[in-house]
């Protein structure tokens, strides 16, 4: 148990579904993150939230929406996805939006796409 | 451009063997973290390590940010240490942007 929760473990979703993926954080930390894991490719950074603003959009395409309603919780919000945007996505955060502190990540959403 | 590399990709050791895996990096870093990641795909942390050195049981690990390298030394080796361990940097000016290597792949056979 990292402090770190996300919801739900595994998805399946059609690709005229939308769906949601949820992280939230019981750290205290005001940096969240969201990263993708593709079969065979190191973890890409998606996003980065600092105090609720998003600070970071790593060229996401945009059929994936953020949302950070507040420091302790972020959303993925997906539709029309593609099978290529199956992947293991995972949540992180960190304590300061500082490039010195210790990032936590949760289980992870593994994500299929039919 | 920006890289972390890992080396070795892949490794297969016998129960109680003792392994050492490395993290070069490119550029100066800020924060240097090593993951290890269960079959399940959490990702555990091992080590916040940015400089210096520092010992968890049979893990301890090594910065040393001048010449941009870190290693991360397995003692003892046991099952459950298998999984794939990932070393990931934030580079000076960076700002959160956490970059992960591709990892290094181990299993630990009985």
């Known amino acids: 148990e990292t402090g770190v929760t996300q919801t739900p473990r595994h998805l399946v979703m059609g690709m005229t579904n939308k769906k949601s993926l949820k992280c939230e954080q019981h750290l205290g930390h005001n940096a969240m993150y969201w990263y993708k894991q593709s079969a065979k490719k190191p973890l890409e950074l998606m996003f980065v939230y600092n105090f609720k603003e998003q600070t970071e959009n790593n060229s996401v395409p945009s059929r994936f929406s953020p949302e950070c309603p507040n420091s302790s919780h972020l959303f993925l919000h997906l539709h029309t996805l593609q099978p290529e945007d199956s992947a293991l996505y995972l949540c992180?955060?960190?304590?300061?939006?500082?490039?010195?502190?210790?990032?936590?990540f949760g289980q992870g959403t593994r994500l299929t796409v039919v | 451009g920006i890289q972390v590399e890992q080396s070795p990709p892949d490794l297969i050791l016998q129960e109680g063997a003792n392994s050492t895996l490395r993290c070069n990096f490119s550029d100066s870093v800020n924060n240097l973290q090593w993951f290890h990641q269960n079959p399940w795909g959490q990702l555990i942390n091992l080590f916040y390590?940015?400089?210096g050195t520092k010992q968890n049981g049979r893990l301890s690990a090594t910065t040393v940010a001048t010449e941009r390298y870190s290693l991360l030394y397995i003692s003892s080796s046991q099952t459950t240490d298998s999984g794939v361990y990932f070393c990931a940097v934030v580079f000076s000016g960076g700002y959160n942007k956490l970059i992960f290597g591709a990892g290094t792949r181990l299993a630990v056979h009985p």
């Open positions: 992180a955060s960190s304590l300061r939006p500082q490039v010195n502190t210790e990032a936590f």
């Open positions: 390590i940015p400089s």
